[in-house]
């Protein structure tokens, strides 16, 4: 088993090799990371989250040279767990059965990134510093769910989501990291990122209590600190637009000659009449115009709503 892995890294590199190492012009990248709250965050004892994120990055700059820039700008979205209230009874009577409520802790972000590379593209390993800056937001969200949705068939839904705390301020960090070329269209990343934060309003799911004695959840026992966080991330990058240009062939053609004229020597009478060269007019045929292009059929979309919350 180890002399058929030590091959097929063989292959694989031998392969890699062979590839024509040529200037991206773009790179899209994917990934999946661990949300880490860091600071003051991580004192009131937020919790930990999973997600993904997208990315894309300009061509290096100078494209050849061994230390080099990138511009871009990168998405992220984390899950931060979520915590359940169950058999919880309505303010309605009319409403049968009991109800849920799940409080769910969620991360987006926004950045710009500034990347410095230690490698260009004729690399396999290129060690990278990022410099980020942008905007985090930080949820706290509630659903409400009824328990017998069958038997209560007269309401117009039968789950309602509230977002409850809301966050959003600027973050400014940086991240390092390495990234491996496995060919001329893909390389694999891997580093860790960090961004401090201004202080502003986090719900920790262990804050979040059944009142005592009532079917309410407490929500108002957020904290007001700093917004630090680190994400260690695993993914992949894809070099877009490679330089496939085929030489061209020659279109090269020699000068054109004079077509040759042959005379033919006929018992002609010198004084013989030319017959006057006669022109038939062409015609020109009026295409009928085609009945007009029908547009699709398509419907009216809904507006963007736009929600609010604390900060």
């Known amino acids: 088993m180890r002399s058929l892995k030590n091959s097929l890294f063989v292959l694989c590199a031998v392969a890699g090799l062979r ?8 790179y899209l990248g994917i990934g999946f990371h661990t949300a880490c709250p860091q600071s003051e965050l991580k004192d009131i004892k937020y919790d930990n989250g999973y997600g993904i994120n997208l990315s894309y990055l300009s061509s290096r700059y100078p494209s050849k040279s061994m230390l080099n820039v990138q511009a871009g700008v990168q998405l992220d979205f984390a899950n931060m767990q979520s915590k359940k209230f169950e058999n919880l009874e309505l303010s309605d009577p009319n409403i ?8 769910t802790n969620s991360m987006y972000a926004t950045m710009g990134v500034v990347r410095l590379n230690w490698g260009s593209d004729d690399d396999r390993f290129v060690p990278y510093v990022n410099f980020l800056v942008g905007n985090r937001q930080y949820n706290t969200r509630q659903r409400l769910e ?15 989501t509230r977002r409850i705390v809301y966050t959003s301020r600027l973050h400014y ?13 893909f390389s694999l ?28 959840v407490d929500f108002s026992n957020y904290k007001t600190v700093k917004t630090d966080i680190l994400l260690i991330n695993v993914g992949v990058r894809i070099h877009l637009f490679q330089q496939n240009q085929p030489p061209q062939e020659s279109t090269y053609s ?20 030319p017959t006057p ?14 009945s007009p292009k029908k ?3 398509s419907t009216k979309g809904a507006g963007a709503v736009k929600g609010g919350g604390k900060g």
């Open 19 to 26: 590839a024509n190492a040529q200037e991206s012009k773009g």
């Open 96 to 103: 049968i059965g009991t109800a849920t409520i799940t409080a």
């Open 146 to 160: 009824l328990d017998e949705v069958s038997r209560n068939p007269g309401y117009q839904t039968d789950t309602t």
């Open 173 to 185: 960090g940086a991240g390092i990291g390495c990234s491996y070329r496995l060919n001329k269209s």
């Open 189 to 216: 990343e891997s580093g860790i990122t960090y961004t401090f934060g201004d202080k502003g309003a986090a719900l920790p799911l262990g804050n979040i209590q059944l009142v005592e004695g009532t079917s309410q």
């Open 254 to 273: 020699s000068p054109s000659e004079p077509t040759p004229t042959r005379y033919k020597d006929v018992n002609t009478p010198k004084t013989s009449t």
């Open 277 to 290: 060269r006669t022109t038939t007019p062409s015609t020109t045929t009026t295409p009928t115009s085609s």
């Open 295 to 297: 547009a699709p059929i």
